[in-house]
């Protein structure tokens, strides 16, 4: 049973010391262990992060048939679609149970949410009608006008909690592709004794959004890499084209600054910064990334992954490139800026490479 649980987490060597390992490899040695253990009650924080494809079938499994209660904080859409009885989505304020999982609640939120706009164009209507009343010379106010006051203190106090702002994330166009992007010819790289790629050939399309899939340790992050000139492959060649612009999100955030603020970070500190031909204001780009107010001047040294994801993402892509490489890019990151993410994908005009474990994501966006 151990070796099954170790085998399908792609545990590394029995024999390895933990101070060697990665963080992914920590979080999946520690998650075989309490997997074996069988608690009467699980708890999972982001559990598919950080499992490939193949993983991700077999905890799905294993949790399917879990004698159990098991409780899962996760951006998968997939791993909830295929696992979750109920979910429980935090809302301002509040905790609302929902049986069924995610598509079910998907379809329960938005007759919940029109509900809402009914009643509070209901509601607007009324307190429109009482403040005329209100204006109204007090001679011409019938003897219930106490009353009627203080029924209109109640409705104008009814202001309730604001939904959560949908962000609108900005990818600001880079210069104009040519017809050439990015070609392979005849790749080989090899790491040790493990054989990466071999003869290896593509051409990326110019305006296309491609998904990079297979196992952990198959050499995704490592073809970014190469292409970015980071490392050099064994045989063959990379073409990049004239015309290309390249932006990299990578999964280490190495170039963030931990002492500075969110905002120093992202906008040098100016008031008023570039999205690749255009000006925008500084604050009103950072707060399009789930940064307002306060949070702007976190340091980077305490946020949490997420938010270190989402400081990188936003410096990236305001350099107007037209040619992304995002490794990992929803690692962390909560439903509602992965949304807006696709969309902003769906829209950029240039090239997208991405490497993903998130199924629906990569469902949604591409198109190679």
């Not at 905790?95 to 995610?102: F, S, T």
């Not at 390249?246 to 931990?258: F, R, T």
Request: aromatic share 6%.
């Amino acid at each position: 049973k151990l070796e099954r649980a170790m085998d399908a987490l792609r545990c590394p060597d029995p024999d390895t010391k933990i101070a060697v390992l990665s963080g992914g490899e920590r979080r999946r040695v520690a998650m075989c262990r309490l997997l074996l253990q069988e608690p009467d009650v699980l708890l999972l924080d982001e559990p598919t992060n950080h499992l490939d494809a193949e993983s991700i079938d077999w905890l799905e499994q294993f949790l399917k048939e879990y004698k159990g209660t098991v409780i899962a904080v996760t951006h998968d859409r997939y791993f909830l679609d295929n696992v979750a009885g109920w979910i429980l989505e935090l809302d301002r304020g509040e905790g609302i149970p929902w049986k069924g999982n995610y598509s079910s609640w998907l379809d329960q939120k938005s007759k919940r949410l029109a509900q809402e706009e009914k009643t509070e164009s209901k509601r607007q209507k009324t307190l429109e009608r009482e403040l005329e009343w209100v204006r109204m010379a007090p001679k011409a106010r019938h003897a219930k006008s106490k009353a009627r006051l203080s029924n209109y203190d109640k409705l104008a106090s009814e202001e309730g909690n604001e939904r959560e702002d949908k962000l609108e994330l900005f990818i600001p166009p880079g210069p104009r592709l040519g017809n050439v992007v990015i070609e392979a010819t005849n790749v080989s790289k090899t790491y040790g004794d493990k054989l990466l790629f071999d003869n290896l050939s593509f051409s990326l399309p110019p305006a296309g959004i491609v998904g990079i899939i297979g196992p952990n340790g198959a050499g995704k992050t490592t073809l970014f890499r190469l292409i970015t000139g980071q490392e050099q492959p064994d045989n063959g060649t990379f073409r990049v084209g004239e015309t290309v612009e390249l932006g990299y999100v990578d999964q280490m955030h190495d170039d963030l600054a931990a002492d500075k603020t969110v905002y120093e970070n992202i906008t040098d500190g100016l008031d008023n910064i570039m999205l690749g031909t255009k000006t925008m204001n500084g604050r009103a780009y950072v707060s399009k990334f789930n940064f307002n107010g306060g949070d702007q001047q976190k340091k980077v040294g305490v946020l949490s992954g997420g938010e270190r994801n989402r400081v990188h993402l936003a410096i990236t892509l305001k350099k107007g490139a037209n040619v992304l490489l995002l490794d990992e890019p929803t690692n962390d990151i909560d439903v509602n800026t992965l949304r807006s993410l696709e969309e902003a994908l769906e829209n950029f005009g240039g090239c997208a490479v991405v490497i993903s474990h998130d199924r629906w994501f990569l469902d949604r966006i591409c198109t190679h």
